[in-house]
């Protein structure tokens, strides 16, 4: 499976409706990676049998409090389950601050180190790679500083086709046939060509998490073209008023950048608290962009070539 993106919590503010604030959980390559981080979202890992130990970056977009006050919970117990292994948090500044008083007052230094990375979430750059995945901040238009997060998947190796393998074939030249290499005698002479042996690789991915946003086209370049975008949509059009007041966008707002920037799928989420029924925010969105989804808790949104 290439990017499975979980939603763990898809509300604003406050829990409401059974809804909680937001957080999601993406794996990638067997790699866990959870963007932001609301209350509750250690006791929503636990109700999805997720391995917290497992997590070894976290993503936080913003420093209001719908997005990060699970943070000092879910690290807590990390500790006191015996984590050792070091974390990295990618974050505003000032939740270096925040932690460090906390832990400051609870007397408390725990067993694994914080690599802590300040993001800066008024420029568009990489703010973490690895073998899987290269992560960048995108820049939103928000009350307070606030960086979404876009996840690049890197460039796959070719995939053995098990059938047409000779029996007794070094895990060595396996490699090599992954790398796109044929495999060649002791004299240089092809032996077997790579396309007989593999099929191509798996298709790159890219998933977008735009948390709090006003509408702002700005985002459109970076985003562009994205497999999967996800979008806060706080409000339905009739309450536009209020998602300007507040920096937030409409769902017909959210649509109308998923079009522009002819993305494969938009996710809708970041609901007010004041709608307990979602289908009319749905339906607006549909009515511009119709491929358009809720970020209902619990469920997974999966990109891969073989579903
Ligand atoms: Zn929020
Ligand atoms: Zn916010």
Do not use: W
């Not at 006791?43 to 993503?59: G, M, P, T």
């Not at 396996?174 to 060509?193: A, S």
Request: glycine share 6%; with cysteine.
């Amino acid at each position: 499976m290439s990017i499975r993106v979980k939603i763990l919590g898809s509300n604003s503010a406050a829990p409401a409706h059974k809804r909680h604030q937001t957080s999601q959980l993406l794996f990638i390559e067997g790699q866990m990676y959870l963007m932001d981080c609301g209350e509750g979202t250690q006791l929503l890992l636990k109700r999805y049998h997720v391995k917290i130990q497992r997590i070894d970056n976290i993503f936080i977009s913003h420093l209001h409090g719908d997005h990060y006050l699970g943070v000092m919970g879910l690290l807590s117990t990390m500790h006191l389950t015996g984590r050792k292994k070091s974390l990295n948090l990618y974050a505003p500044a000032g939740l270096a601050e925040i932690i460090t008083l906390q832990l400051k007052h609870s007397e408390t230094i725990f067993n694994f180190d914080i690599n802590f990375v300040a993001v800066d979430p008024t420029v568009n750059k990489v703010v973490h790679e690895d073998d899987f995945v290269s992560v960048s901040s995108i820049p939103l238009n928000h009350r307070i500083p606030c960086g979404g997060f876009l996840f690049s998947e890197k460039p796959k190796k070719r995939r053995i086709n098990k059938e047409m393998l000779p029996a007794e074939f070094s895990v060595r030249n396996i490699i090599k046939l992954k790398n796109g290499e044929d495999i060649l005698d002791q004299e240089g002479k092809v032996l077997y060509k790579n396309e007989a042996l593999t099929f191509p690789p798996k298709r790159i991915y890219k998933y977008a998490f735009c948390s709090d946003t006003k509408y702002d086209e700005s985002i459109i370049p970076i985003i562009a073209g994205v497999d999967l975008l996800y979008h806060e949509t706080t409000f339905l059009e009739e309450h536009m008023d209020r998602a300007a007041n507040t920096y937030h966008s409409t769902a017909k707002e959210a649509a109308t950048i998923a079009k522009k920037a002819n993305v494969g799928k938009l996710l809708m989420g970041h609901f007010s608290i004041r709608y307990k029924d979602l289908e009319p925010l749905r339906q607006e969105a549909q009515t511009i962009f119709p491929n358009s989804e809720l970020a209902i808790e619990g469920e997974d949104f999966i990109l891969d070539d073989i579903q």
